[in-house]
């Protein structure tokens, strides 16, 4: 099964899923816990360099 990447849009932490292809059921944020603003990474997180989000991360604040 194919491996991805995946940035939690919340508090910007970066990790990794091993998903079935057909599987479009997104991960939770190991760090924030939420399923809700975790976006499927094509390459690396580094690429993106979003350390303000990294930096202030605010569990289950969000888009409310
Ligand atoms: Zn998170």
């Given at each position: 099964?194919?491996?991805?990447?995946?940035?939690?849009?919340?508090?910007?932490?970066?990790?990794?899923?091993?998903?079935?292809?057909?599987?479009?059921?997104?991960?939770?944020?190991?760090?924030?816990?939420?399923?809700?603003?975790?976006?499927?990474q094509?390459?690396?997180?580094?690429?993106?360099?979003?350390?303000?989000?990294?930096?202030?991360?605010?569990?289950?604040?969000?888009?409310?």
């Open positions: 099964m194919p491996i991805y990447e995946f940035q939690c849009q919340t508090c910007g932490f970066c990790f990794e899923e091993i998903l079935p292809a057909s599987n479009d059921t997104l991960p939770e944020c190991p760090h924030c816990g939420t399923n809700e603003a975790v976006a499927k094509i390459s690396a997180c580094t690429v993106r360099g979003n350390v303000t989000a990294a930096a202030s991360c605010t569990p289950r604040g969000g888009f409310s």
